[in-house]
Nanobody
């Protein structure tokens, strides 16, 4: 019912920036919440940021002031702007979506972010 396709990962030096994108297709009009998760080797998956109803945002403490989550006006694409990247930000980043009146959650395929130095 909802398909998510991610892009924008890559290799960047510490202090640099990346912008991740996740585009939804299918029954996108009922999506109420997007989230970005990340998982590094040997560590548990953590919620990095979320956005509900297009404007209510949350961030994990470690990225506050550096990362920004946003959606387009149609709520078909969610972005994660990552500035002042640190080596500890290195992980696979996953897009997540939730629908109104639905229990199921949807996930993207993941995109690798590697921060050197």
């Amino acid at each position: 019912q909802v398909q998510l396709v991610e892009s924008g990962g890559g290799l960047v030096q510490a202090g640099g920036s990346l912008r991740l994108s996740c585009t939804a297709s299918g029954v996108t009009t009922s999506i109420t919440t997007f989230g970005w998760f990340r998982q590094a080797p040997g560590k548990q998956r953590e919620l990095v940021a979320s956005i509900s109803n297009g404007y209510i945002t949350t961030y994990v403490d470690s990225v506050k002031g550096r990362f920004t989550i946003s959606t387009d006006d149609a709520k078909k694409t969610v972005y994660l702007q990552m500035n002042s990247l640190k080596p500890e930000d290195t992980a696979v980043y996953y897009c997540n979506a939730k629908r109104l009146f639905r229990l199921n959650e949807y996930w993207g395929q993941g995109t690798q972010v590697t921060v050197s130095s």
